[in-house]
């Protein structure tokens, strides 16, 4: 641990398991835990007019009668949105306490901050960003830590039986049907219904509509609560923003509501480019990709969990966008310490119709990941993003097996990596 320290913030949407990392990470690492949080009421009114690091300290002491202990214990501040005076002296506790170990979480940062006009202090905080579980987070709590160790170690030229692999994708399909949100891999880690966990999701859209009175101002509540209720039926679609869903709102409108549940980590939009090297710059003019927060509520609000019983390809169900969406959100939760930025590739319209699925930057190259099944011919967009950019990884996620390949199309040669869904979250380990 370092012994000079700022405070670390997460990012995170609600629900997304913030709050029990950090009490687990509690447990297994220090002798004592100090939890506020300022979504109640009781913590609110303690803490609201502090303003000075003595002066928490003390209240921490005469109030919670707890004592900070450098090293022994961990100060977490949930909901830290909610007290914009513990926002400003997060600066402090990095100043004049880097000894303590802080760490402090908010669902709605970066919304809030804006609306109320706040900056958090650069270069005295760390952020790291949590998203839905991961698969391999998934079989690790599902009891498949044999399987995940697995996967983890593999090696490109190692064979994996054929049935490890049918096995693997048996539970990859399992996870995009139950989606990464904790609560709900807990349900179906425990044998719960499917009508269990679709209310759950249910509830979980309904918090997040609820909380759209702290997301935006009253002028956008209705456009902001519109997206929230129809952007899982275009997960994985471009979307042009006037009269998105069928409304008969205007793109300004529908903009700004994208912008709250984008800071608010719920939607994720997904620029295009046509970068041939780096960096990669996106184009603001072409429309966007949207990935919602999670698979579990694209499958609930299109109501197509049936579809999943005897499904043997993931890229032919709803047209392949749930594989897209599933794909993505594991591509954004590579990198826990920044945004993920993540693109889709899409040729110049004057120079032809490519377009590769996500393409971002990883280990100096330009790395394209489509999302598709069936004979390497299909991969026409892919041949063309590796034609165009010199220093390239061209990677197919698909349900066969690990395979690197030469492909000749149309008299050329394209060096192509082949990977099964349950690789996804080594795509950057085989770059």
Sequence with gaps: MKNARKPL??????????????????????????YINMERGEDREIFSKVSSISDFEKTVELVLKKKIVAGDTLLFIDEIQNAPNLIELLRFFYEERSDWHVVAAGSLLEVM????????PVGRIEYVYMHPLTFFEFLEVTGEEALVDFLRKLKLDEMIPESVHLRAMKLFYDYTLIGGMPEAVAMFANKNSQEEINSLYSSLLTAYTEDIYKYASSADVKYVQYVIERAPYFAGERVIYEKFGTSQYRSREMSRAFDVLEKAMIVNRVAATNSIELPIMTQGKRAKKILFLDSGFVNYKNNIQTEFL?????????RGRIAEQIVGQNLLAMNIHSEQSLSYWAKDRQDGSAEVDFCFAAKGKIVGVEVKSGHSARLKSLFSFSENIKNNKSIRIYDGPVNQEQIVYAGKKYNILS?????VNRVVDFC
């Excluded at 990012?11 to 835990?33: H, I, P, W, Y």
């Excluded at 901050?113 to 958090?120: A, D, H, Q, S, Y």
């Design 310 to 318: 005897g499904l043997h390809d993931l890229s032919s169900l709803y």
């Design 9 to 34: 913030v997460l990012r995170g949407a609600r629900q997304v398991g913030k709050t029990s990392a950090v009490k687990l990470f509690a447990e297994q690492n220090f002798k004592d835990f100090i």
């Design 113 to 120: 901050l804006e609306k109320l006009g706040l900056t958090m």
């Design 419 to 423: 990977l099964p869904f349950y690789l």
